[in-house]
C-alpha cells in the first residue's frame, strides 16, 4: 500500500507539471481522461 500512494503522489504531480505546462483546455482534457482511467484501473 505504502508503495502505491507514492506512485499516486508521484503521479499527481507529473500530472499537474503536466497541466501546468499545457494551459491549453486540450491538454487538460487529456490529464482527466489518464487520470480516469487510472482511477477505474486500481478500483
Not at 508503495?3 to 503536466?18: G, S, W
Request: proline residues 2%; hydrophobic residues 25%.
Amino acid at each position: 500500500t505504502l508503495c502505491r500512494t507514492l506512485a499516486k503522489k508521484t503521479f499527481k504531480n507529473t500530472q499537474h507539471k503536466i497541466s501546468n505546462s499545457n494551459r491549453r483546455p486540450s491538454g487538460r482534457l487529456k490529464v482527466k481522461m489518464s487520470l480516469v482511467k487510472t482511477s477505474t484501473r486500481e478500483n
